[in-house]
């Protein structure tokens, strides 16, 4: 999934300049930037979301901090968007370099900084991600208070969208489960929450993994990539796994 996007720029754009800036949950961008795209390093710009602890701690990364970092990369490509606008109605061409694409990569990671932050900042249920994982903590939360990770959530999403209004390209990246004929919009990690409702997307892409038997007879994967829904009323891609 990642692939398709930082294969995304022509000839063209990556002489004039233009950009994919990688917001890498995944921790995956930076080898495949290596391995693939040796030759775009000044297009391919890979982004570390995750703040790691100072000092002795229990779990390795700082969740409210990461979701802040998060959040100010978002603000800054706003403050890019808007200045290339800028540039582009004065002079009648993008500056160089440019941000052409946006890849959000890992929206379950999204989803479990949000939750982590609300039980850690907003209802002060613990100190930490392990602190706040149980189901002590859990059942405290109560059924109004859900809306405080639903509009952290909510926050990168509003972010993107005005990026596509400004003509950035927007890609987020998740993982789905397969459940009997019906497939869901849901977080490979165990959670209940529909954290993506269809209509915040304008165009879905299924990878889905088949086999083909090769010339020894013997049945090896096959990557197929198969837009499954475009229309107008959303503004997002996104790219997802079918797990069968």
């Known amino acids: 999934k990642t692939g398709m996007v930082l294969d995304s720029l022509t000839e063209e754009e990556i002489a004039n300049g233009a950009q994919i800036w990688h917001v890498d949950f995944d921790l995956g961008g930076e080898t495949t930037k290596a391995a693939h795209h040796d030759d775009k390093k000044d297009n391919i710009v890979v982004l570390n979301p995750w703040v790691i602890f100072k000092g002795q701690s229990r779990v390795p990364f700082d969740f409210p901090a990461t979701y802040q970092n998060t959040m100010d990369i978002l603000l800054y490509a706003l403050e ?25 990569d890992g929206l379950d990671h999204w989803l479990n900084i949000c939750e982590t932050c609300m039980k850690i900042e907003d209802l002060d249920l613990g100190k930490d991600g392990i602190d706040v994982s149980g189901k002590s903590a859990t059942t405290k939360i109560g059924r ?30 998740q993982t789905i489960t397969s459940q009997g004929k019906k497939c869901q919009l849901q977080p490979s990690r165990p959670t209940g929450h529909l ?17 083909e038997l090769g010339t020894d007879g013997m049945a090896y994967p096959m990557v197929l990539s198969v837009p499954t829904r475009s229309d107008r009323c959303g503004i997002h891609h996104l790219l997802f796994d079918s797990l069968r």
């Open 80 to 104: 890019v968007g808007q200045a290339q606008e800028a540039y582009y109605e004065a002079n009648g061409k993008m500056p160089n370099p440019y941000l052409k694409t946006l890849c959000f």
């Open 144 to 173: 109004f208070n859900w809306n405080i990770r639903k509009n952290r959530y909510n926050s990168a999403m509003n972010n993107m969208q005005e990026l596509c209004r400004m003509g950035v390209n927007v890609y987020v990246i």
């Open 195 to 211: 954290w993506l409702h269809l209509s915040q997307s304008s165009s879905l892409f299924e990878n889905k993994v088949e086999k």
